[in-house]
Every structure is written in structure tokens, then in C-alpha cells.
């Protein structure tokens, strides 16, 4: 899952209303091609829907035999980078609606172009058993992206794609939610919502990076605008704070290193790693208690555990409840990352722990 670059604060917490408070808020589990983690170590509880990319599509099946709904993000933006890139893998360049071996620039598209771009997205979803279907999203052409996102919708609905798959013998109804990818700093985010609030989609996939107080006006202006469910993706360690508050869902998996909830993050440097497990035990169960997990198979483990603890704290169904144990979190982080000797918290948690807050008393940050 690509990371947005860049998240920071403008050093003041905005109050915002907060959407879906009586709503049940969830995560959209990433299952990355190579994370190992089997969809029979999820919590139910907090996780109905995985999703993936589509060129790595082959969980696909065993999503939903297993009873999960399907997510198969197209990620458009990379048919946007040159030809031969990295990114543009082999498994991508065959995806129906992508022109092999060429730059998409969906900014100079015709208007035929564009609905034959849309439609050809959306039937690849539905071909590979997706049951929650998503509109393309581009880096820098967001007005396009709104267009995109209206000729997706009447594609879905003169087609009845919302009606479940023919065999499906969940009969799982299918829904469409509109990717926002933008920098959240580089638009009006009043006038972003506004476009977006006559598109015929069931809710929103917002990708955005730039400052946290203004991802979260986004998200909380689409809610309160169009009274549909809002989910955040590839927000890195924010997704807690976004679900926390009321956004319907956060997309989230695995990341890089080991975690632990004490520090919100991970550690890298070893003395420090072992310091901080003997500083705060782990309850996983995957290791020792008092020393950090070793090997691809506890780490994955340990990461897990921890994910899926942070993610029922955050799905409470009293969003209140959810953001003052938050709060009360970061706190004990930052007083823990300082005792630790580690870099401060990233700046979006300041929404929550101001910079000039005295340090708070430790609770182990569980």
C-alpha cells in the first residue's frame, strides 16, 4: 500500500462534527501480496471487508469464500508514471483498462475516452468478484476524477451492478464508493466536497496527504454533506485517529518493522527495541513477553495482535469513548518515546498531544 508523503499538522486542534456516531465504524484489512497474514487471523469483529490491489487479485476468491467483502483497488495513479517504472509490474500492465506500454494522462482524455476508461475500471472489479466497487483515482486531476467517478455511476447503474454477482450464493449487493486521491493542501476542500456531493455513489475512499486537520475536514465535509459512509486509506498511522473520531472505515495492514502500541510506531534500532519490550511487555503471545519478537512468523504475528487490538479500541461504538482513549495513548507514547530516547511522535499526532503539553503520566500506552 503506498504511503503518502509528507503527513504533518498546522499545530492547532480544528473541532469538527464528527459523522457516524451511532453508525459501526470498521477496517478494510490491506492483505498485501507478500504479508503472509491469513484471513482466519482477522477479528471479525472489526474487519468485514479486504482489500488488495487488483493486480495481486488472487485472495480473491478465498475472501470471499471465506465470507469477506472484496476491495480490488485498481490504483489508476500508476498508469500515470512512464512506461517501464517499477511500480507499472508486469500483473499491472494486463489489467484490461490499462494502455500497455503507454503514460495515461487522463487530464487530456475526450469525453468518449474517459467513459470507456470508466466503464472498463469498473468491469474488471466485477469480473475478479470485487463487491465493493471503486471509482478511478489519479494523482493531480481531480476534477477529472470527479467526471470519472459520475460515468462509473451510470455505468453501475445501468448495468445493475449493485445486484449481486450471478452464483454468489451470499447474494452479497454490491456497492460503489468514489476514490478521493488528492494533497489535501493543493485544493479547496469546500469546493472538493461540493462536487462530489451529486455523484450517484454509496460512499467515499479518501486517499490524501498534507496536514491531518485538513484530511480530517475533508473527510468530515463528505460525511456531513452527503450523509454516506466515509473511509480513510493510506492515511500511515492516522487511520486510528480518523476511525477513532467517526469515519465509517480505515483502510490498514501490515507495515514495515516491529510495532508496539507503547510508542505508536516501530523501532528499528535494536538496544532500543529490547529496552522498550523490557520497558513494556507484550501481551501477544507470539514471544516472550519482555523481549521483542524474532523472525518473519512472530513479527507478523505480533504486528497483527497489535492491529487488531488498536483497531476494537478504535471501532468502539462510542466515538467519545474511542478518542479519549486515544488521546490517552498518545500521551503515554510521547512520554515513552522520550524516555526511550526516540524521535517525537509524527506531527499529525499533535491533534491530540500538543507540542508544548506537559509530559503526561505514563499508562504503558494500553
Known amino acids: ?75 489508476a495513479w500508476k498508469a500515470q508514471l512512464g512506461p517501464g517504472h517499477g511500480l507499472r509490474t508486469a500483473s499491472f ?16 482524455w475526450s469525453a468518449g475516452e474517459c467513459e470507456d476508461f470508466a466503464e472498463a475500471y469498473v468491469d474488471a472489479q466485477v469480473r ?32 445493475a451492478l449493485r445486484e449481486p454477482a450471478a452464483g454468489d450464493a451470499r447474494a452479497v449487493r454490491r456497492e460503489l464508493y468514489a476514490s478521493v486521491r488528492v ?5 479547496d476542500v469546500a469546493e472538493l466536497v461540493d462536487a462530489y456531493t451529486s455523484v450517484d455513489v454509496d460512499g467515499f475512499v479518501v486517499w490524501a496527504s498534507g496536514e491531518v486537520e485538513r484530511l480530517l475536514a475533508l473527510v468530515d465535509g463528505l460525511g456531513v454533506a452527503t450523509g454516506r459512509p466515509v473511509v480513510v486509506a493510506g492515511a500511515g498511522p492516522f487511520w486510528q485517529l480518523a476511525l477513532s473520531r467517526g469515519a465509517a472505515g480505515a483502510v490498514h495492514g501490515l507495515g514495515d518493522g516491529v510495532y508496539h502500541g507503547a510508542v505508536l510506531g516501530s523501532v528499528g534500532d535494536e538496544v532500543t ?24 512468523e512472530e513479527i507478523r504475528a505480533h504486528d497483527l495482535w497489535w492491529a487488531m487490538k488498536e483497531a476494537r479500541w478504535a471501532c468502539l461504538p462510542d466515538t467519545g469513548r474511542a478518542m479519549f482513549t486515544l488521546t490517552l495513548r498518545a500521551a503515554a507514547a ?31 500506552g494500553a
Not at 472489526?46 to 469464500?65: E, K
Not at 527495541?273 to 518473519?296: E, V, Y
Open 128 to 159: 475478479r468478484g470485487a463487491t465493493l466497487l471503486v471509482t478511478p483515482g489519479h494523482d493531480g486531476v481531480a476534477r477529472r476524477d470527479v467526471e470519472l467517478a459520475e460515468l462509473a455511476a451510470e455505468h453501475v447503474r445501468a448495468k
Open 334 to 364: 510521547k512520554t515513552n518515546r522520550e524516555r526511550l530516547g526516540l524521535a517525537p511522535l509524527e506531527s499529525g499526532w499533535r491533534v491530540l498531544v500538543g507540542e508544548d503539553e506537559e509530559r503526561a503520566e505514563d499508562d504503558g
Open 93 to 108: 500492465e494486463a489489467l484490461e483498462w490499462v494502455r500497455a506500454g503507454e503514460r495515461h494522462a487522463p487530464e487530456a
Open 183 to 187: 494533497r489535501v493542501d493543493r485544493v
Open 273 to 296: 527495541l529490547r529496552r522498550l519490550f523490557m520497558l513494556r511487555n507484550c501481551d501477544c503471545g507470539a514471544h516472550d513477553a519482555s523481549t521483542p519478537p524474532r523472525g518473519d
Open 1 to 75: 500500500m503506498r504511503r503518502p508523503s509528507g503527513w504533518r499538522t498546522s499545530g492547532g486542534c480544528i473541532k469538527i462534527p464528527r459523522v457516524n456516531e451511532s453508525g459501526r465504524r470498521s477496517v478494510i484489512w490491506w492483505a498485501g501480496e507478500r504479508d503472509g497474514v491469513t484471513l482466519p487471523a482477522l477479528d471479525r469483529e472489526v474487519v468485514g471487508t479486504v482489500a488488495t490491489a487488483q493486480a495481486d487479485a488472487a485472495l480473491a476468491g478465498v475472501a470471499r469464500r471465506d465470507g469477506f467483502g472484496l476491495l480490488l483497488e485498481g490504483e
